[in-house]
């Protein structure tokens, strides 16, 4: 290969995210490529989580409502996490998933929207997207979905009836990620709200929410909040008076403990709280946070395209004759901190690259997908995941048959 190990080893030496890798509890032996799936264990999660298993759950008992602020973590966590996504303090609120966040966010834009009667979505958005709005609409009923192949067909679908647009800024398979700013100013122009989904986005650079309406994502990626974390939800302050989700619990209730009969919204983003806080599972979430409010989001943004911008390099390089097709935009301005490759037999060849220690997943039919996460992966796991996946094609080792069995989760 053209750039050898010994020089990826100096561009680590020279990382300024270098110091943050050993936050984090990577095995040995291990090129993890799935932060983009489930982020990596921080390394003050554990201690965390159990200080508030011991302490707060065991030693104050149902007290820690108030005195270790059990009840406002959805809107404390949410403020920590703000600056992540170019929002402001009050203005996002976390828990529940990310599936449930895109059933608030999307129901309250229709209820802002009472006159129009259309959800445009892509059909290379996240199947839990899909199938929430379809069941929404089956729900609701008199409305319809308007389903769109990319954003290139989207001025087409924006007629006078829309009442939302629901997309990813990056894409789950491919990695492509779109101008958030120029989509929602198309969006809102034709008098419609725009709803993103920033699951892969969130944690891999510094995502600006800007003009959106609402958007959505997961902690549990690049924000390494631990399996199960608790998503997040953004809405723009234009909408706080008036926006109201269908899910209307108690947690979003202008006074939860008045226990009044009707239901009433609290002021701001809090109402699109519903029931109880995951208490435990903001713990670890909230170690995670006090990593990221030491790291500069610049040098995250720059490093995820060195990483990416390399592997496909590399990749391309030392792959060249076994069949690889790059799925992921070529110009780094267009990617998110993934990098897909196509390839008939995706399935068994990355069972066998793991099974070498180099993690990435395989999306159906046939992508090999890699996520690299800036804060703990480095420039010589790059070149030992190329390295692994030229000798799993060149020697055929995915043709062993025990890489064809199909595991539940891929
Ligand atoms: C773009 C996108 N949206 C939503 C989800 C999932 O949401 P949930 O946490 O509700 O399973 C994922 C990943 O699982 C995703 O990649
Ligand atoms: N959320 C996941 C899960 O519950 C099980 C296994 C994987 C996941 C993921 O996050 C997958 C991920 N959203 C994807 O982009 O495919």
């Not at 954003?151 to 492509?176: F, H, I, K, N």
């Not at 990355?350 to 395989?362: E, N, Q, S, T």
Request: charged share 25%; glycine share 10%; aromatic share 8%.
């Amino acid at each position: 290969m053209t750039i050898s190990r010994a020089d990826c080893l100096a561009l680590d030496a020279d990382d300024p995210l270098r110091r943050f890798r050993d936050e984090f509890v990577l095995p040995d032996g291990t090129v993890y490529l799935v932060g983009n799936s489930l982020g990596a264990l921080s390394r003050t999660a554990a201690a965390a989580t159990a200080r508030v298993v011991a302490e707060e759950w065991g030693g104050q008992l149902v007290g820690g409502w108030n005195a270790s602020g059990w009840f406002d973590l959805p809107l404390t966590t949410g403020d920590r996490l703000a600056p992540l996504i170019g929002a402001g303090p009050g203005q996002v609120v976390v828990g529940d998933t990310t599936s449930i966040a895109i059933v608030k966010a999307v129901s309250a834009a229709l209820r802002l929207r009472p006159e129009r009667r259309v959800i445009v979505s892509d059909t290379a958005n996240f199947p839990t997207d899909r199938y929430v709005v379809q069941g929404l609409v089956g729900s609701l009923g008199g409305y319809e979905i308007r389903d769109i192949d990319g954003p290139d067909a989207l001025d087409a679908a924006l007629s006078d009836d829309v009442a939302c647009v629901l997309l990813s800024e990056v894409d789950y398979r491919t990695g492509a990620r779109l101008d958030t700013a120029e989509v929602t100013a198309r969006v809102r122009g034709a008098g419609a709200l725009m709803i993103w989904d920033l699951c892969h986005s969130a944690g891999a650079y510094q995502v600006d929410v800007a003009e959106a309406d609402f958007a959505v994502g997961c902690t549990y990626k690049y924000l390494n909040g631990g399996p199960g974390a608790p998503a997040f939800l953004y809405a723009n302050p234009r909408h706080h008076a008036d926006a109201e989700s269908i899910l209307t619990g108690w947690h979003g209730h202008a006074a939860p403990f008045a226990f009044e009969p009707a239901y009433r919204p609290a002021e701001g983003v809090r109402r699109f709280s519903v029931g109880t806080p995951h208490v435990l599972s903001f713990a670890p979430l909230n170690a995670s946070l006090d990593i990221w409010e030491r790291v500069d989001m610049a040098q995250v943004r720059a490093k995820s395209v060195a990483l990416t911008s390399l592997f496909i390099d590399l990749v391309e390089e030392s792959c060249a004759p076994y069949g690889l097709e790059l799925v992921s935009p070529r110009d780094p301005e267009r990617r998110g901190s993934q990098v897909s490759f196509r390839h008939p037999d995706g399935y068994p060849v990355m069972r066998a690259l793991i099974d070498r220690g180099v993690h990435g997943d395989f999306r159906a039919p046939d992508l090999l997908r890699f996520g690299f996460a800036p804060l703990y992966i480095g420039f010589a796991d790059v070149h030992d995941a190329a390295t692994a996946l030229a000798e799993v094609l060149g020697k055929e080792l995915w043709r062993d048959e025990r890489y064809r069995r199909r595991l539940a989760v891929t």
